[in-house]
């Protein structure tokens, strides 16, 4: 029996350390939830399904002035990336 986890040991790190094992479940889980929004999107659009008020709650102007913060968010810190590579670069 010593042999048996022994080998469902050496299974489990070999799933840990493979290039593809994690990123394949992250598109799988990716791909799951895109399929619930869609399906919940889609059922509100048919007015299958209603929301609570709470949810739309906001103006158009609000929603683009989230979205611009975000957006503003990720070129800030895709700039801080760029930069701090530049920089790490002529060190190495």
């Not at 094992?21 to 007015?47: N, Q």
């Not at 158009?60 to 760029?82: N, S």
Request: glycine share 6%.
């Amino acid at each position: 029996m010593p042999g048996v986890f022994l080998e469902s040991d050496r299974r489990r790190e070999a799933l840990r350390t493979t290039l593809w094992f994690i990123p394949t479940l992250e598109v799988l889980a990716a791909v799951a939830l895109f399929s619930v929004t869609y399906a919940l999107d889609r059922a509100v659009y048919r007015g299958t399904l209603t929301i609570p008020s709470w949810i739309i709650g906001g103006t158009p102007d609000a929603a683009r002035q989230i979205l611009t913060a975000i957006a503003a968010a990720i070129i800030t810190v895709v700039g801080v990336v760029f930069s701090i590579t530049i920089v790490a670069l002529p060190l190495a």
